[in-house]
């Protein structure tokens, strides 16, 4: 871990979670911060380790991942720049929920839950930012059960596809085994529906990337569950 350049309020400001924040209150968590910087496949934490940080993507991409009962391990969410994780178990001081694992060269910046914790009782419209943050993932975790619970594959698959590309882009570095475990299904299952799709024009299939290239048929196909 190292010391952060002098330029982290700024970068912090144009982070989604800190945007609302006033400079003076950037300028006090920018003196928190830590960087840290992981490599390809590199475990930041696993299920069960203590929650003493928050972090923050400056760059690169973090798998949020669990084990399931028969021992395969199952993508939650996949986390890019400007992102931030850690938040409800630094918050209540409880074990890590899941694992976080880098996907790619990453580089983070980190605040220790003391600092944070100290610096919310003293900045109030801090502690109201992440009581906004922690509502919007309890929505988005909410949002996700209902979408295992209900949903066929079909639509699952594409809500998946269409959610990374505007976090991502059309061009979706993903492997089909993570986007299986992202969706509750099988490889198998998944790659029937790329196939189709792969044939109809829709998506492009690489090694570890898919490709969006006719996004509003996608979108069609999820809302009528053609192809499923």
């Known amino acids: 871990m190292t010391t952060p350049s002098l330029d982290l309020g700024h970068l912090l400001a144009a982070n989604a979670f800190f945007a609302g924040l006033g400079p003076e209150a950037l300028s ?35 798998r949020i991942a669990t084990d399931t009962v028969d021992g395969q391990r199952m993508t939650l969410n996949l ?9 409800v178990a630094l918050l209540d001081g409880q074990p890590r929920t899941a694992a976080a694992i880098a996907s790619e060269p990453t580089d983070l910046f980190v ?3 003391r600092d944070l914790l100290a610096l919310m009782a003293r900045e109030p419209s801090v502690a109201v930012q992440v009581i906004e943050l922690l509502c919007a993932r309890i929505r988005w975790m909410s949002n996700q059960a209902e979408d295992a619970a209900f949903l066929p594959l079909v639509q699952r698959l594409v809500r998946r596809l269409l959610g990374l590309a505007t976090d991502y882009g059309n061009e979706i570095e993903i492997s089909q085994e993570d986007l299986a475990m992202f969706v509750g299904a099988t490889r198998e299952s998944v790659n029937r529906h790329l ?27 999820g809302i009528s569950n053609e192809g499923a």
């Open 28 to 62: 006090a968590i920018a003196a928190l911060c830590i960087t840290r910087r992981l490599d390809a496949g590199q475990t930041l934490f696993l299920k069960g380790d203590p929650a003493d940080a928050l972090y923050a993507i400056r760059r690169g991409q973090v």
């Open 79 to 87: 986390l890019g720049a400007g992102d931030v994780f850690g938040e």
């Open 111 to 113: 605040v220790l839950r």
């Open 195 to 221: 196939q189709v799709w792969k044939r109809a024009g829709i998506v492009a299939i690489g090694r570890g990337r898919i490709t969006l290239l006719d996004t509003r048929r996608l979108a069609r196909i």
